[in-house]
């Protein structure tokens, strides 16, 4: 990702844990339509590359190329593949506002959660235009936090999501990236943009716990946690009461969470 904003979410295994269990079925669906063989696709901000080795496995034998900005996660990537057999897929590390690569290179240039995190997605989205081919599309997903709905009410789950938007817009994010996605887009000179939106939802036992035990965990342990309390927006005993909150709604056999995302898919020419 790069540019000036500090990285919310950080690296921590429970973050992991939660961008590993991305694929195209989940998160990138309203791409996939491009996704066929011989389509050449970058995948920036690529994290630990579920998503990336998946889309390589679909256009194969044209090349996907991954890049990220942290070698932690991009020598995960790279394992991934290569337990999976999928061999033309290459990672490396990248910055999103200034891509190694020739104009006109890619097919599909695509962007998953990423456009939240940086200071400027508008020039993130031209660099990404930049390299792709005149009959391509730049393609781009991002969640938006204050669309989320829960059930039950769990007062505790309030506090952490106003504390997640105050600490992302704090580090240069913004949190509701989604409902932005094609004001950014056509802010970057890309007229051609089809806009959509799809959801995730925790609702049945197994998924309800483990989005509750994902969020517990980093709520106390990844630098979402750190950072809140370095600046002043949490004490310790704030992100225990919040992460106890998230195991209780985790209990109720009628829980129910939506994470509502923007899609893009943009022509280039």
């Given at each position: 990702m790069a540019g000036s904003a500090q990285y919310t979410h950080g690296h921590h295994e429970s973050v992991l844990r939660s961008h590993a269990w991305r694929t195209v079925a989940n998160s990138a669906a309203y791409v996939s339509p491009w996704l066929v063989p011989g389509t050449e696709v970058l995948d920036v901000g690529c994290g630990p590359g579920t998503i990336t080795t998946e889309m390589a496995s679909l256009v194969s034998p044209a090349r996907v190329v991954g890049v990220d900005d942290a070698d932690v996660v991009l020598a995960g990537a790279r394992e991934h593949a290569a337990a999976a057999g999928v061999r033309n897929v290459e990672f490396r590390a990248g910055d999103a506002f200034g891509l190694e690569f020739a104009g006109a290179s890619f097919h599909v240039v695509h962007a998953h959660q990423v456009l939240q995190h940086v200071p400027d997605?508008?020039?993130?989205?031209?660099?990404?235009?930049?390299?792709?081919?005149?009959?391509?599309?730049?393609?781009?997903?991002?969640?938006?936090?204050?669309?989320?709905?829960?059930?039950?009410?769990?007062?505790?789950?309030?506090?952490?999501?106003?504390?997640?938007?105050?600490?992302?817009?704090?580090?240069?994010?913004?949190?509701?990236?989604?409902?932005?996605?094609?004001?950014?887009?056509?802010?970057?000179?890309?007229?051609e943009?089809?806009?959509?939106?799809?959801?995730?939802?925790?609702?049945?036992?197994?998924?309800?716990?483990?989005?509750?035990a994902m969020w517990a965990d980093r709520v106390r342990e990844s630098s979402f946690a750190h950072q809140a309390v370095e600046q002043g927006l949490a004490t310790v005993a704030d992100l225990t009461r919040i992460a106890d909150g998230w195991r209780a709604w985790a209990e109720h056999d009628d829980g129910w969470f939506m994470v509502p995302h923007g899609e893009i898919v943009a022509a280039v020419g």
């Open positions: 997605p508008v020039a993130v989205l031209g660099e990404m235009a930049r390299v792709c081919r005149p009959d391509g599309v730049v393609a781009a997903r991002d969640s938006d936090y204050s669309g989320m709905f829960w059930f039950p009410q769990i007062p505790e789950l309030d506090e952490w999501l106003r504390l997640y938007r105050t600490l992302a817009r704090h580090n240069g994010g913004e949190p509701d990236a989604g409902r932005r996605l094609k004001s950014w887009a056509r802010a970057a000179g890309l007229d943009v089809t806009a959509s939106a799809s959801v995730w939802c925790f609702a049945e036992d197994a998924d309800r716990q483990w989005w509750a």
